[in-house]
């Protein structure tokens, strides 16, 4: 964990790599509005939401506001695995089979071996002990039984940083990709969940989260897990393309959450040019945020878009989607589901666009990404008779009787 953070916070500040092809392969989610992908984003469009007020209370006895998944739906524990903690520990691994189990059900049909795995879990708080990244993924392994199998846990990576550490795993898995090794599949994905008394305690004493009587966020929970590939015959294909993800952008910002300094968005700046600069020149149609009510946040976007307002389609800047106003603060999973929505969109759409990704964490860490949408190329038809000279003709015609 430590060297995995240590190579992310020295490459915050310097140029991103190249990502080369990098598309999505496969992904699941588990949000309290939704567990499918297409029916969030409709979801989100309509404005709707399940927040409700929770069996949790603030430090004066306020009853906190949340945005929580259906436990009915989980599959239940086994006794035998060992979880003696506190009620967000249990959730966090029962949303991880929730949306692990489809996807590594359908892995087993094309992966030719196990892939590594790379998660970004909650930053960490002081006074508070959750389950360790080791002995998290220990019981989710343990829950996901034969599925598990198709996982490297020795290749396991966890991502401690918050809201921006889903999008920083893309630089892990890049790593991992460019030391070869026969790698062409890698699981990334996002868990966290605000399901803790003494969190939930501070947060109200900060007069940062939704209560009776009080303004802020709305508390949440979700997951989110994605198979990336650097190998286009593993990448999904649909409306005839595929969606590519460019290399991110990580930044640092010196006005953080509890600094003694102002937030004057350098660093998320930093981290969309990056983002931006890595990405072909397209005009960015849509963008994704982990803005979630907090002022803070809203101040920090909109500063960082204007400086970029000419890479922008109009006003598309004021006109941002942030899944916290539907599902609530979903902390380290933010960024997972904003791929999820934002492939969606590029998958549906099917036209060459440019889709921007941004996370900021409460401590100092900033992220961002591109994602595009790649037509495929055309096929070229071959037979035992035909030159490929003659195959290219072919695929010519083809596209101009299309015209």
């Not at 496969?26 to 499918?36: G, Q, R, V």
């Not at 996807?103 to 590594?116: H, Q």
């Not at 949440?220 to 994605?226: L, T």
């Not at 004021?318 to 539907?326: G, L, Q, R, V």
Request: proline share 4%; charged share 20%.
């Amino acid at each position: 964990m430590l060297l995995a953070l240590a190579w992310i916070l020295n490459n915050m500040t310097t140029t991103p790599l190249d990502l080369n092809n990098i598309y999505i392969a496969d992904l699941e989610i588990c949000t309290p509005l939704s567990n499918d992908v297409a029916e969030l984003s409709e979801k989100i469009q309509a404005n709707e939401n399940e927040f409700c007020l929770s069996d949790y209370y603030g430090h004066l006895g306020q009853q906190i506001n949340m945005s929580l998944c259906d436990s009915a739906s989980f599959r239940k524990i086994d006794p035998k695995i060992n979880i003696n903690r506190c009620h967000r520990d249990k959730t966090l691994v029962q949303m991880a089979d929730k949306a692990l189990t489809p996807l590594l059900t359908r892995f087993k049909d094309y992966s030719p071996s196990l892939a590594p795995f790379i998660l970004a879990t909650a930053e960490q708080v002081p006074n508070h002990k959750p389950l360790t990244p080791d002995q998290l993924v220990n019981s989710i392994r343990q829950h996901l039984g034969d599925n598990a199998e198709m996982i490297h846990w020795n290749q396991f990576i966890p991502v401690t940083i918050g809201r921006a550490g889903a999008l920083a795993t893309l630089s892990l898995a890049q790593k991992l990709f460019q030391q070869n090794n026969g790698i062409e599949l890698i699981i990334i994905g996002g868990l966290d969940s605000y399901r803790h008394s003494a969190v939930l305690r501070d947060l109200s004493k900060q007069q940062r989260i939704a209560m009776i009587g009080s303004d802020g966020f709305v508390a949440g929970e979700g997951a989110g897990f994605i198979v990336i590939t650097n190998n286009k015959h593993y990448a999904l294909n649909k409306n005839n393309g595929y969606v590519r993800i460019h290399s991110p952008g990580l930044a640092v910002e010196q006005g953080y959450i509890g600094s003694n300094e102002p937030n004057l968005s350098q660093g998320l700046t930093s981290a969309i040019k990056m983002a931006l600069n890595a990405s072909p020149n397209l005009p960015v149609s849509q963008i994704y945020t982990s803005m979630n009510g907090e002022a803070i946040w809203y101040e920090e976007h909109i500063a960082s878009t204007l400086r970029h307002r000419h890479d922008l389609d109009h006003d598309i800047a004021d006109k941002s989607i942030s899944s916290a106003y539907n599902i609530g603060d979903i902390g380290s999973a933010t960024g997972m589901i904003a791929l999820a929505l934002s492939s969606h969109t590029l998958f549906s759409d099917g036209i060459a666009q440019r889709h921007l990704i941004t996370t900021s964490s409460d401590k100092n860490q900033r992220s961002a990404v591109c994602l595009t949408f790649e037509p495929a190329e055309p096929q070229l038809k071959y037979n035992s008779n035909n030159t490929e000279a003659e195959a290219q003709e072919s695929a010519y015609n083809e596209q101009d009787d299309q015209q």
